[in-house]
């Protein structure tokens, strides 16, 4: 490992992991709307207020930095997860001194994600993002309906951001799909309250298949 990634790996390490880590799936880009940054900005700093520690991708722009920035100001634990060949792309900051908490890298995206899971003892929120986002969304959604874990799944739908994706999922109910029992595995929120509300008040949908699985 190179001496920017060990100063990477060091940074932080001071802070203590607390029990509820909140894993979040977002964009490395800002998008066009000025809200996803801020939304992303109150989000990571409404976790470290309320003792959330937080698990990313380990991107250090877009909405992936805004969130860990805002956490890591206000004192919370993060932990950055990234693999070797995005590096360069996602971590604009070689050397950097602690602002993006502690960060690991990773040689492939399914350990990426893996370790982002197994991580994340308080469930997954979704910000904004492009198809890395959707893609790590559907795998958790997934998880959960083949019974691989039963946190909670919430998308954060800013300013009506994943109304398409919502409707989508209805008409893949209404064709037969996805089971309309099935519908509440995933959550989608229009406000930072409401997506915090959801996460301490998310309630397991009893028609996952609670399948057994061993070394997941």
Not at 206 to 213: A, D, G, I, P
Request: with cysteine; proline share 3%; charged share 20%.
């Amino acid at each position: 490992m190179t001496s920017a990634k060990m100063q990477i790996e060091a940074a932080n390490k001071s802070v203590t992991k607390p029990e509820k880590v909140l894993c979040v799936f977002c964009g490395s880009s800002p998008g066009s709307d000025p809200a996803y940054t801020e939304a992303a900005n109150e989000l990571g700093k409404a976790l470290a207020q309320r003792g959330y520690g937080l698990v990313y991708g380990g991107g250090d722009c877009g909405l992936m930095g805004s969130v860990a920035r805002s956490c890591v100001v206000n004192n919370g634990y993060v932990h950055g997860i990234i693999p070797q060949a995005l590096f360069d792309r996602e971590r604009n900051a070689q050397i950097v001194d602690g602002q993006y908490g502690k960060t690991t890298v990773v040689n492939d995206m399914h350990t990426r994600k893996r370790m982002m899971g197994n991580e994340a003892s308080s469930g997954f929120i979704t910000l904004p993002g492009g198809y890395g986002s959707l893609e790590e969304l559907a795998e958790v959604i997934t998880w959960s309906q083949l019974g691989i874990h039963d946190k909670p799944v919430i998308v954060y739908n800013i300013n009506g951001f994943f109304d398409g994706l919502k409707t989508f999922f209805e008409h893949c109910i209404d064709q037969g799909f996805i089971k309309r029992t099935q519908k509440e595995i995933v959550v989608f929120a229009n406000t930072l309250e409401e997506v915090l509300d959801q996460i301490e008040n998310y309630k397991i949908p009893e028609s996952r298949y609670n399948l057994k699985w061993e070394n997941q």
